[in-house]
């Protein structure tokens, strides 16, 4: 069964840092690129980055929002990714879901297919 | 940035009803197009890929079409169980862009 299990979120004061990590199980995260989506409370859905797979040497894509503050990375031997926050702003306030977002291998072809429930980050003094 | 434009922002219907949700591109995005239905304090789930194809699971009175700007999500007979928010996503060009979302509530 595919997982994706985000943690790492907490109550964090403005300029401050912290670190999102997603577990990854029932498929081989190497073989595909994961995203990061983030939903402001009560507010719609935001793309906030990607890294891609091995086979496009894991590089990453990040929403003009959060780049030069969010970094994403990954330890595919533990299964897991992670989204690397600093400089945080009370706007960065949001649900952070991890999303396994593209898989081709020239015949089987999944986008955003499975995501995971999200954690909660709020920024505030 | 490509801009997705969905309407209606929200919407109320009844059990049985017919109901359709566009979405439209500022520029061409080819069928790069995922929909989505999210309920209050769950992940998203994907029900539409490529545009017009039906993930596996989904009950078939869901449908969705378009290509290039052009897009929309058809629910042909609402059940109770549909009454939520519906975003549309392009995957063509990044950023990647959804849609603000359609809330589906019961009339």
């Known amino acids: 069964e595919v997982q994706l299990v985000e943690s790492g979120g907490g109550l964090v004061q403005p300029r401050g840092s912290l670190r999102l990590s997603c577990a990854v199980s029932?498929?081989?995260?190497?073989?595909?690129?994961i995203d990061w989506v983030r939903q402001a409370p009560g507010k719609g859905l935001e793309w906030v980055g990607r890294?891609?797979?091995?086979?496009?040497?894991?590089?990453?894509e990040y929403a003009a929002s959060v780049k030069g503050r969010f970094t994403i990375s990954r330890d595919d031997s533990k299964n897991s990714l992670y989204l690397q926050m600093n400089s945080l702003k009370t706007e960065d306030t949001a649900v952070y879901h991890c999303?396994?977002?593209?898989?081709?291998?020239?015949?089987?072809?999944?986008?955003?297919?499975?995501w995971g429930q999200g954690t909660l980050v709020t920024v505030s003094s | 940035d490509i801009q997705m434009t969905q309407s209606p922002s929200s919407l109320s219907a009844s059990v049985g009803d017919r109901v359709t949700i566009t979405c439209r591109a500022s520029?061409?995005?080819?069928?790069?197009l995922g929909w989505f239905q999210q309920k209050p304090g769950k992940a998203p789930k994907r029900l539409i890929y490529?545009?017009?194809s039906l993930q596996s699971g989904v009950p078939s009175r869901f449908s969705a079409s378009g290509s290039g700007t052009e897009f929309s999500l058809t629910i042909s007979s609402l059940q109770p169980e549909d009454f939520a928010t519906y975003y549309c996503?392009?995957?063509?060009?990044?950023?990647?862009?959804f849609g603000q979302g359609t809330r589906l509530e019961i009339k």
């Open positions: 999303v396994r977002s593209y898989y081709y291998d020239g015949s089987v072809y999944s986008d955003f297919d499975y």
């Open positions: 029932g498929f081989t995260l190497s073989d595909y690129y």
């Open positions: 890294s891609r797979n091995k086979a496009n040497s894991y590089t990453t």
């Open positions: 520029q061409g995005i080819r069928n790069d």
């Open positions: 490529a545009a017009s």
């Open positions: 996503l392009q995957h063509n060009t990044y950023p990647i862009t």
